[in-house]
């Protein structure tokens, strides 16, 4: 049967298709999202809706229970905050995207692991379709790596991608980055979403068939607009997202979907002259200034993963100059804020309706919890009063409608975490107290609250 063509437009963030251009996403919401592709014709359709089953060759099928045990079944990198959100080392012939704005630290990372991995014997290839050998060579130079056993492929054509990996047999793939490599044979620019769709496809079965560990860079603006990993989120087995502020050196790391191992946990790692470091004492970096206190200033926590982070809270409240006032945050959800704006306004009547309110998460880590709320709220009001608490007090409670302070979730953790960065001071929900009945709280001083407006008591 002859294959006809046909023009279908798919959304570039999630995927969604359609037979004509829409300004915005109806499943993901995403303006300006859709790129037209051309799909070859009928030969999937009239597969499927076929009666029969196929018969033609019987590829191999095997019983669970008699498939060998691989006995290490994970490689270890040596990088330990990288290592530990991939569940222990990475897991063999698995397909692992790394996403992230531009700049933000990404080629630098997996030229590290790299070296490391050929540090222990095992052969990387790097196909490098953004910098020339010359550019990575410099980089390794100035990261001090020595990279005996990686080999450098400037190729972004896929076949001979194919070519390359067949003549070296590395173990190790990287593919640096996903937007730069394409197959000929489809009619679309490299970077598309059919180029990413099908190259990542091929790249899932040539890790699984072969047996090599391929990692994906991908690039992703903040607005979203390049087309990619979030397509590639459903095909590959792990995706790692690089967040922090290009501007600070703060990075991170998070797991936001493992086949292999946990996922939300996060790896923390510093921008430095000499590449990526891990980051040990963390609170350096997300407290600015933890003996003096300051007016709209409160410490909190938020788990990420299983980790415990103490954070800082900072709020900046102006009269508005001109018209609308303005409403600004920075690492918080944007709804969760407006919601404490508006409980203040209602519940503490406060008039913030001429006030401009900027919010901000130190070290530019992106947090959302309910458990962040009264700290929100604490932060508001103590910027607008001009008020802060005598002594470091760590607030924690989520906030509900009706200015009822709701209770939080591990509170226990939560207050131990706090302990252990020498913090002692503690505002915490009254419906937490029963829960810490038994919890021994020697040395700490723990004030309960059960409504916004007992938060004054404790700022002045
Ligand atoms: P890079 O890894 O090229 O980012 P990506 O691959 O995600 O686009 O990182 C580029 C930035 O990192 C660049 O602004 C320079 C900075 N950098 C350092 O500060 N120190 C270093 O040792 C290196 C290699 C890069
Ligand atoms: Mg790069």
């Known amino acids: 049967m002859m294959s006809k063509q046909k023009r279908i437009f798919t959304c570039s963030e999630c995927g969604y298709k359609t037979s004509r251009w829409l300004g915005q996403c109806p499943d993901c919401q995403n303006w300006n999202s859709f790129t037209e592709e051309i799909v070859e014709g009928n030969s999937l359709k009239s597969g499927r809706r076929s009666k029969k089953l196929h018969t033609e060759s019987l590829p191999k099928v095997i019983a ?37 704005e531009p700049g933000i630290g990404k080629s630098t990372l997996i030229l590290q692991v790299a ?27 100035r990261l001090g790596l ?56 091929r790249l899932m079965y040539i890790a699984k068939s072969l047996g090599i560990t391929i990692f994906i860079i991908g690039h992703i603006t903040k607005g979203g607009v390049i087309a990619g990993p979030r397509i590639l989120e459903h095909m590959v087995d792990t995706v790692l997202y690089f967040e922090g502020d290009r501007d600070n050196y703060f990075r991170l790391l998070r797991s936001f979907k493992n086949r292999f191992g946990p996922t939300n946990e996060i790896g923390m790692f510093e921008m430095t002259g000499a590449g990526l470091k891990e980051v040990k004492d963390i609170s350096q970096i997300l ?95 103590g910027a607008f009063k001009d008020q802060k608490f005598p002594e470091p007090t760590i607030v924690l409670g989520e906030v509900g409608l009706n200015g009822e302070i709701r209770p939080v979730s591990r509170v226990e953790d939560r207050i131990r975490a706090g302990k252990r960065q020498g913090f002692n001071n503690f505002i915490v929900p009254n419906r937490n107290k029963k829960g810490l009945k038994n919890f021994n709280s020697k ?11 007992n938060i004054f008591q404790f700022i002045n």
């Open 64 to 100: 669970l229970h008699t498939v060998d045990p691989m006995s290490d079944i994970r490689i270890e990198t040596g990088i330990d905050e990288f290592d530990r959100i991939l569940g222990g080392g990475i897991f063999k012939d698995s397909l692992v995207l790394i996403g992230g």
């Open 115 to 141: 070296d490391n991995l050929s540090k222990a014997g095992r052969k990387v290839l790097y196909i490098s379709g953004e910098e020339s050998p010359y550019q990575l060579k410099d980089r390794s130079k």
């Open 146 to 201: 020595d990279s005996r056993n990686i080999f450098i492929l400037n190729e972004i054509e896929m076949k001979k991608i194919e070519s390359a990996l067949n003549t070296i047999q590395p173990e190790i793939l990287i593919v640096d980055s996903i937007q730069t490599v394409y197959f000929n044979e489809i009619d679309s620019i490299p970077g598309s979403v059919s180029q990413i769709r099908e190259v990542t496809a």
């Open 287 to 381: 407290i600015s200034n933890s003996d003096a206190q300051l007016p709209g200033v409160v410490l909190t926590s938020v788990f990420e993963g299983s980790r415990c982070l103490i954070i800082e809270i900072q709020s900046l409240v102006t009269p508005t100059s001109f018209g609308m006032p303005r409403r600004l945050s920075t690492g918080i959800d944007f709804n969760r804020f407006t919601l404490m704006v508006a409980i203040i306004e209602k519940k503490i009547h406060i008039p913030l309706q001429t006030m401009d309110v900027f919010l901000n998460v130190t070290g530019g880590l992106k947090v959302k919890e309910p458990a962040l709320d009264l700290a929100i709220l604490t932060a508001i009001t």
């Open 443 to 453: 040395g700490l001083k723990i004030n309960y609250v059960s409504y916004v407006s």
